[in-house]
């Protein structure tokens, strides 16, 4: 089954950049667009029963995709206007889709990068990779990016999800996978025999981390022996080198572990701080 590249709008201009990413990013994957807009009726507008509100909402989402169209000639698209609340139509919509694709605030004057509720749900339950665009985005400032950062912690499998999208972004767009592994010094009382000797084979911390990072790029590169590949290893906070790294990106990606809590599904410190303070788009890619 084909999946199609999905995009959740609601009308404001953060949502309509994220249609026009998501277009551009069908085209270069060879999918169909799929446009979701959810939507709750008003009862206090007494102008409007529930049929016209839907139809104001549906024409708004047809001409905001038609423009899109226009673009790009051969774009296969199409609209679904649900009614209900949007984390949860757009989380559904997600499963069945090769990526999900949502409008950011932008930057505020404290915290940067603005995430809404609505937006940390989806990403936090979302099956598929979710990409929160910027209302500033455009095709221009997209091109002239340097490639595609990810990344990778853990071991291979940890972070297959995310250097699985990136290479397969980088090689639809003929662009670098920029892959970023940070390390910091362990407490004391992480050493054991089995570790110890791990590091003396590696020749030290530091050699240690780039023939992790190696190997976890092994399996990558060789399926995608077209995309350049640059390794970077830095000691420091994974989100703080991430950020150091993702200035001039066409896209930075980072994996989602599934963590539950009390209050619901979380999405993680280093995930929760690039998407606050990237100032390109940013995919959350769920584990594997």
Do not use: N
């Not at 290479?167 to 996978?177: L, N, P, Q």
């Amino acid at each position: 089954m084909t999946r199609p590249v999905t995009a959740g709008v609601d009308g404001t201009e953060e949502s309509l950049a994220a249609l026009r990413w998501a277009g551009r990013e069908a085209v270069r994957r060879g999918l169909p667009l799929r446009v979701v807009h959810a939507w709750r009726y008003t009862a206090d507008l007494a102008v409007a029963d529930r049929d016209t509100q839907h139809g104001w909402v549906a024409e708004g989402t047809a001409e905001a995709v038609r423009a899109v169209a226009e673009r790009h000639p051969g774009l296969e698209a199409s609209v679904d206007v649900v009614e209900g609340r949007a984390a949860t139509a757009l989380a559904e919509a997600s499963a069945g889709a090769e990526l999900l694709v949502l409008g950011s605030r932008g930057h505020g004057t404290v915290v940067g990068f603005l995430l809404g509720s609505v937006g940390q749900q989806v990403i936090a339950e979302a099956a598929r990779p979710v990409v929160l665009v910027r209302a500033g985005d455009d095709a221009a400032a997209e091109a002239a990016g340097r490639g595609v950062v990810v990344g990778q912690h853990g071991t291979p499998e940890d972070s297959a999800g995310a250097l699985r999208f990136a290479f397969e972004t980088a090689a639809a767009r003929g662009a670098t996978v920029h892959a970023v592994r940070a390390w910091a010094l362990p407490p004391v009382f992480a050493y054991s025999p089995g570790s110890m000797k791990l590091l003396d084979d590696a020749g030290g911390l530091e050699p240690y981390e780039k023939q992790a990072l190696a190997e976890a790029l092994g399996p990558w590169r060789e399926r995608f022996p077209e995309v350049p590949v640059a390794e970077h290893v830095e000691m420091g906070s994974a989100g703080q080198v991430l950020l150091s790294m993702a200035e001039g990106a066409q896209l930075v990606v980072v994996g989602r572990r599934e963590r539950r809590t009390a209050v619901g599904a979380r999405i993680g410190s280093v995930a929760h701080g690039v998407l606050h303070h990237a100032r390109c788009p940013v995919a959350v890619v769920p584990q594997e």
